[in-house]
């Protein structure tokens, strides 16, 4: 049983524009959500969060949304950029905080020249 | 700078052997923990510690154990590998409140014939 769920495995955007990464829970008592970014070879690093209380968290070019009652997050990239081609993995947490992650499938991001 | 280093990067075993995967960081994190990744499912929880002797089940953790002896190291065993586990193993660590991000190793990828 998939909590968080990533409906696009992949993504293709052009330089430039936006790219906006989106990603479904099931679980109401997830109370904290973050975005990680992965290359290949590398392990995740970590890109933005965004806690339940919230419907909105902005850093620099990425800004994720929450959208509580329709249990959807998602990842806005203004403007998308050669170099944020990767795997992108939405996550979430339980109440208690985010040490016990739950992470979706991953969608990879291409940008286009 | 502080980090996080998994080894051997790549593991080729055979099934039935008994095969552990290291993880030291030097963050001097209370929070550990062990994932793998899998075509599909993203990253899934194996096991986790909140410190010195403590050590939790994950949601995949059948097949697989860990002990923590001090604040730096949390070795994964897998017990009597199988195929199954073909896996790539990433290990993270955090520390600080509850909603501190995870920092994540560059990954072991691991091979069971």
């Known amino acids: 049983d998939q909590q968080v769920k990533q409906n696009s495995p992949s993504l293709s955007v052009q330089e430039g524009r936006i790219s906006i990464l989106n990603c479904d829970y099931t679980?109401?008592?997830?109370?904290?959500f973050l975005w990680y970014k992965k290359y290949p070879a590398e392990g995740p690093t970590f890109l933005i969060s965004?806690?339940?209380?919230?419907d909105k968290n902005e850093d620099g070019r990425f800004t994720v949304f929450l959208n509580k009652s329709a249990k959807h997050l998602s990842l806005h990239i203004v403007p998308s950029q050669p170099g944020d081609s990767a795997v992108y993995f939405c996550?979430?947490?339980?109440?208690?905080?985010?040490?016990?992650?739950?992470f979706g499938q991953g969608t990879r991001l291409t940008i286009n020249p | 700078d502080a980090e996080i280093t998994q080894s051997p990067r790549h593991k080729i075993t055979e099934t039935g052997r008994q095969v552990t995967l290291a993880c030291h960081q030097t963050?001097?994190?209370?929070?550990m923990f062990w994932y793998r990744q899998d075509l599909g499912h993203g990253l899934r929880l194996i096991h986790y510690?909140?410190?010195?002797?403590?050590?939790n089940k994950g949601e995949v953790s059948d097949g697989y154990s860990v002990s923590r002896s001090n604040t730096e190291d949390l070795p994964l065993t897998l017990e009597s590998a199988a195929s199954s586990q073909t896996s790539v193993y990433f290990c993270?660590?955090?520390?600080?409140?509850?909603?501190?991000?995870?920092?994540f190793g560059d990954g072991t990828r691991l091979s069971i014939l």
């Open positions: 963050w001097n994190h209370n929070n």
């Open positions: 679980n109401s008592m997830f109370d904290y």
């Open positions: 965004i806690s339940s209380i919230k």
């Open positions: 996550a979430a947490s339980p109440i208690q905080g985010a040490q016990k992650l739950v």
């Open positions: 510690s909140y410190g010195v002797q403590d050590t």
């Open positions: 993270a660590s955090s520390g600080g409140g509850p909603n501190q991000p995870q920092h």
